[in-house]
Nanobody
Framework: VQLQASGGGWVQAGGSLRLSCAAS????????MYWYRQTPGKQRELVAS???????NYADSVKGRFTISRDNAKRSSYLQMDSLKPEDTAVYYC??????????????WGQGTLVTVSS
């Protein structure tokens, strides 16, 4: 199983970016999906999560600005980031709880994608 993150880049403050995360491989079912971010010297922070049924949860710092979504048919999750601030600058990672059969599931991580927000 692999997760492929994409969509990072450079944007001015107030702008928008959309991150994507696509899962591939031997997948029986994708459960919760997550987006995290990390800046140098800090712990990785959970930004948003979405359950298989669609319910979502956000860090207080991004509520009202970021939107997580998923497309189960495409085995993908998305993070729409609006009204970006310089403090959103980080490497963003996608993660997912994936069942590989009826009995076993694991947490998988994609590679990071860098988001840079300039003031």
């Amino acid at each position: 199983v692999q997760l492929q993150a994409s969509g990072g880049g450079w944007v001015q403050a107030g702008g928008s970016l959309r991150l994507s995360c696509a899962a591939s491989g031997n997948i029986f079912r994708i459960n919760d999906m997550y987006w995290y971010r990390q800046t140098p010297g800090k712990q990785r922070e959970l930004v948003a999560s979405i359950r298989s049924g669609g319910s979502t949860n956000y860090a207080d710092s991004v509520k009202g600005r970021f939107t997580i979504s998923r497309d189960n048919a495409k085995r993908s999750s998305y993070l729409q980031m609006d009204s970006l601030k310089p403090e959103d600058t980080a490497v963003y990672y996608c993660s997912a709880d994936i069942a590989v059969n009826k009995n076993y599931g694991y947490n998988y991580w994609g590679q990071g994608t860098l988001v840079t927000v300039s003031s």
